[in-house]
Structure formats: structure tokens, C-alpha cells
């Protein structure tokens, strides 16, 4: 379960955010309305939502995900592969401290992005892209093991990180879209096969039971709530226009 959330409000610069989508620049205004929405959906799970105020010298840093990775038992400051990202690192380190006594560090030449990352228990599967580096993911590794976890590596062909195609739902469940439903390192799963023309719904996140998702993919909304969940759709239309996605907006711990 759940307890904490962190979230950043968008700052005018997310217009200018890194993107491969092709779909526009994002609104600003829309965005920001859309924001909002998922600090609502957030609030729905039975959390403690912190919202840190935008900053603009980093268009992409709403997406609060990648420069740390929350842990059950330590939070670790990552090295981002995105070089222009690399000082929402600092940004955010002070706000960890106050929620971690433990708290650890990806040094260079090591990177990673945590959106390359998916906790199952007190495994972690860390994708290898082209965000997250072979050193960046064996620091990763060695300091899980440290803590009493795990961590092993899957290696991406077709998309940015991880997360991009999986999100694990707990009780055995993934939904998977594309390159990751034949993974082998996946397969003792249940696997919810997302269509590729509703890919973008792959990024889904479970919280406290109930599952959030992007709104407007039919069909992987009947899968997920055939599986029991009570599901809560949020419009993340501004935020795909800079490959981000439902939870790449949010810490979860």
C-alpha cells in the first residue's frame, strides 16, 4: 500500500519539453487543468498528495518519476540520461529527505531514468534504453541488494523506457503492450495484452487497489476492470505530447 504521493505543477516551459511523439506542442492551460485532475484521482486512493511548485528552468521536471526511485526501504537520487534533466536531481533531493532516512545515489557515468524501472514486491526490473545505461542500472542493482532487495535487467528495443509498455497492478497482474507481451522474463505473469493501437494505456498504475489510467482507450479499460479494479480514467492528451505518461507525473511510496 501507498502513502505518500509527490507530485510538481507544470511550469510554463513544458512546452518546450523533450519529445519523439510528433502530436504538437502541449497547451499550457489544458495541461495544467489536466494536472489537477490527477492530484484529484490521486487524493480518490486514500493518499497524502505533496505538490512542489513548478520550476521553469526544467520543462520536463512535472514528470517527477525519473529522478528518484521510492523504495520500501530507501529512496534512491538518480543520474538522468536526458542531460538537460540532470538538475531536477537536486531539485527534488531536499523533498526526499524529509520522507527517507536512507537515501542513495546513482553516480556517473552511470544513468537512470526510474521510468525504465517497475517494482514488483522487492523485485525491480530495470530497463536498459536509451535513458538508462548498463552502469547506471548494475549501481541500481548493487544498492537494491544492499537494502535487501533485487533487481535484473531487460533490455528495450522500441520504446523510451520501461514503463512505457508495462505497469504492474499487483495480485499477479501486467499489462503489456508490443515488445514486452513476449518477453520472456514476464510470462509467469497474468498478462493483460494492450493492443498496439491503445499502447499509451499500457502506462497505468495500480494505487491502493484502485488502477488510474488514461482516458479514451476502450479496450484496455474493459480489460483492466474485468480484472475486479475500480479504475479511474484521467485525460493525459497535453502530457503525451512529450512522451509522458499516467506515471511518469507522480512518486508513489
Not at 228 to 248: N, P, Q
Request: charged content about 25%; aromatic content about 8%.
Amino acid at each position: 500500500m501507498f502513502n505518500h504521493i509527490i507530485v510538481r505543477t507544470p511550469c510554463h516551459a513544458l512546452i518546450d519539453g523533450l519529445t519523439s511523439a510528433h502530436l504538437g506542442k502541449p497547451v499550457y492551460e489544458k495541461a495544467l487543468e489536466q494536472h489537477d485532475s490527477y492530484i484529484q484521482a490521486l487524493r480518490q486512493c486514500d493518499v497524502d498528495v505533496t505538490i512542489l511548485p513548478p520550476t521553469e528552468d526544467y520543462p520536463d521536471s512535472v514528470f517527477v518519476e525519473d529522478p528518484v526511485l521510492c523504495t520500501p526501504h530507501c529512496a534512491i537520487l538518480n543520474r538522468t540520461g536526458a542531460e538537460s534533466r540532470r538538475g531536477e536531481t537536486a531539485l527534488i533531493a531536499d523533498t526526499i529527505r524529509r520522507f527517507y532516512d536512507k537515501v542513495e545515489s546513482i553516480e556517473a557515468p552511470g544513468t537512470v531514468e526510474a521510468g525504465d524501472i517497475m517494482m514488483v514486491g522487492t523485485h525491480f526490473y530495470i530497463g536498459h534504453s536509451a535513458r538508462t545505461n548498463p552502469e547506471g542500472a548494475r549501481q541500481m542493482i548493487a544498492i537494491l541488494e544492499k537494502h535487501g532487495m533485487s533487481g535484473s535487467i531487460v533490455r528495450l528495443e522500441k520504446v523510451l523506457h520501461l514503463k512505457t509498455g508495462l505497469s504492474y497492478l499487483e495480485h499477479n497482474n501486467l499489462l503489456a503492450a508490443g515488445e514486452f507481451v513476449t518477453k520472456p522474463e514476464f510470462q509467469k505473469f497474468n498478462i493483460i495484452e494492450i493492443p498496439q493501437e491503445e499502447a499509451y494505456a499500457a502506462n497505468s498504475i495500480w494505487v491502493n487497489d484502485r488502477v488510474i489510467m488514461p482516458s479514451g482507450y476502450p479496450t484496455a479499460l474493459a480489460k483492466v476492470k474485468a480484472l475486479g479494479y475500480e479504475v479511474i480514467e484521467v485525460d493525459t492528451s497535453e502530457f503525451r505530447k512529450i512522451d509522458g505518461g499516467v506515471s511518469c507525473m507522480s512518486l508513489r511510496f
